[in-house]
């Protein structure tokens, strides 16, 4: 079972939902190699692109980001996701234990439309990740 139990998490976690600060994502990473406690290890302004930039291809990390996006010529929304790197140089034993530790970070990071195993950054395209959003959000006056 991973560890949450740092309060900078969830402080960092309603920063990022809120409306009222500019911050849009978050990153938590492993203490060390061989911990199963999480920390909050950065926080941004930037979005999708400077969290790409942020990622370490030897860990596992898990982010959480507040996308907004324009779904037709009316409206402009703003949705989350959860993204689950695991970089291409990590430890095997870490790899293992993602999907377990995976449900624990859900329980606190509890909203968002959807899910990003991301193993590239490639992956984190924001282009691919707002078509997804659009699909999982309902109303389109597009035809998406």
């Known amino acids: 079972m991973a560890e949450l139990s740092d309060p900078k ?10 409306d009222k600060t500019d911050t849009n994502w978050l990153l938590i990473d492993y203490e060390s190699d061989r911990s199963e406690r ?23 990390s898990y982010a959480y980001v507040r996308v907004q996006y324009s779904n037709d010529k009316e ?9 689950v790197w695991i970089g291409s ?9 993602i999907s377990v530790h995976a449900a624990d970070v ?7 439309s959807i899910e990003v195993a991301a193993r590239e950054r ?9 078509l997804r959003l659009r699909k999982a959000g309902g109303a389109s006056y597009d035809g998406i």
Do not use: H, W
């Open 75 to 83: 409206s402009t929304r703003e949705k989350f996701v959860l993204i």
């Open 38 to 60: 999480l920390q909050l290890t950065q926080t941004g302004t930037g979005g999708l692109a400077e969290l790409r930039e942020v990622l370490d291809d030897t860990k596992a």
């Open 9 to 18: 998490i969830a402080e960092a976690y309603e920063d990022v939902r809120s």
């Open 122 to 130: 490639d992956d984190l395209n924001e282009e691919p990740i707002v």
């Open 89 to 97: 140089q990590c430890k095997v034993m870490r790899k293992a234990k």
């Open 106 to 112: 859900k329980a606190v990071l509890r909203v968002y």
